[in-house]
Nanobody, 125 residues
Framework: QVQLVESGGGLVQAGDSLRLSCAASGGAFSSYAMGWFRQAPGKEAEFVAAIWWIGSVTSYARSVKGRFTISRDNAENLVYLQMNSLKPEDTAVYYC??????????????????WGQGTQVTVSS
């Protein structure tokens, strides 16, 4: 059983940067692919980014590509989401998720088995 705890959210202005962290415990972290998702009020959960087990392969949603960077530190059981050039439309609760399965599409929430409690990111215009 893997426990995930996100941190680093907050209130920022458009154009600012934030770095989210996700601390994992209770499992072999390096055996999990990790993803970040977000959910705005009244909307479905949206894929943001994913990173494969050894960190050399990443995937991004088109809306964040070039602005966000996902990375992981397997020695510290951490995954990060560096968010630059934030926009008001990035406002959402951001969730960290983990899966040990091989998926055809790492952008689907249903593929992930473990989720954190989320951290709020609010971007003002």
């Amino acid at each position: 059983q893997v426990q995930l705890v996100e941190s680093g959210g907050g209130l920022v202005q458009a154009g600012d940067s934030l770095r989210l962290s996700c601390a994992a415990s209770g499992g072999a972290f390096s055996s999990y692919a990790m993803g970040w998702f977000r959910q705005a009020p009244g909307k479905e959960a949206e894929f943001v980014a994913a990173i494969w087990w050894i960190g050399s392969v990443t995937s991004y949603a088109r809306s964040v590509k070039g602005r966000f960077t996902i990375s992981r530190d397997n020695a510290e059981n951490l995954v990060y989401l560096q968010m630059n050039s934030l926009k008001p439309e990035d406002t959402a609760v951001y969730y960290c998720a983990a899966t040990a399965r091989y998926l055809s599409d790492y952008g689907l929430p249903s593929g992930y088995d473990y989720w954190g409690q989320g951290t709020q990111v609010t971007v003002s215009s």
